[in-house]
């Protein structure tokens, strides 16, 4: 029996474009968790054939925001509690170690990096915008370590580590509390630990700036009697916590 003909150029073109849409849609929450990916309506939906619409949802499952079901059943990602412990553990590991290497060599022009991008933080217009900006911080600090396998194992991952934060940016709108103010103000001391030229302080900050996001989903969690559950909340706001 002959092998199957590789999938040609042009489709190979339009599973890419599907790829983009599906995973935009999926990370600024358009496409929720646990919401339904049916392939003859995405296909409907983009205007093309099942096939790219197949191969993209491959892609997204090895990406880690899609799932396949044993019914069959293709659908969004939903993150647990032990998603997120382990996507701040693997961060925290990675890019504490960026951090470290960094800070040793930072620069001006590193400087004016983040300010920039920090600045458009404070002015994204949707909280898919500052998720994106965001993770595009933490991307350029894991690139400026110099540490080219650091950077490939940190990739191997990155769209899940921006899925959790686009859940922890959507949060924290929901129980009333301000993302850019609080992702900025949180930016702003990692900036000036990585500034420093004190490779551990980098690290530690790093390691901290990361861990406090997995506090905010005990908000999840409904309030005790007391109401302390919406204490912790605000103590979080108060003190960054945001990755």
């Not at 350029?140 to 396998?149: A, E």
Request: hydrophobic share 45%.
């Amino acid at each position: 029996m002959p092998a199957p003909a590789p999938p040609s150029a042009s489709r190979k073109n339009l599973a890419r474009e599907v790829v983009q849409l599906l995973r935009t849609a999926i990370l600024s929450g358009k496409l929720p968790p646990g919401g339904a990916l049916a392939e003859p309506v995405l296909a409907e939906r983009f205007g093309v054939s099942r096939a790219p619409v197949r191969e993209a949802l491959i892609e997204l499952e090895r990406e880690g925001l899609v799932e396949f079901k044993a019914t069959g059943r293709t659908c969004v990602r939903t993150l647990a509690r032990k998603d997120f412990e382990e996507i701040t553990e693997a961060r925290s590991a990675l890019e504490s170690m960026a951090a470290r290497r960094v800070a040793a060599v930072w620069s001006a022009a590193d400087t004016a990096f983040l300010e920039k991008n920090i600045a458009a933080q404070a002015k994204a217009a949707t909280l898919g915008e500052l998720s994106r900006l965001d993770m595009e911080l933490h991307a350029y600090v894991v690139r400026r370590s110099g540490n080219d396998r650091l950077a490939a194992l940190w990739q191997t991952i990155r769209w899940q580590f921006e899925m959790a934060l686009a859940s922890t940016h959507r949060l924290q709108e929901s129980l009333v509390f301000q993302p850019r103010a609080i992702t900025v103000e949180s930016h702003r001391c990692l900036l000036a630990a990585l500034a420093s030229g004190r490779p551990e302080t980098a690290a530690k900050t790093m390691a901290a700036h990361i861990a406090g996001a997995l506090e905010w989903f005990a908000a999840d969690a409904p309030p005790d009697s007391s109401g302390q559950k919406r204490a912790r909340t605000k103590r979080r706001a108060t003190t960054g916590g945001l990755a």
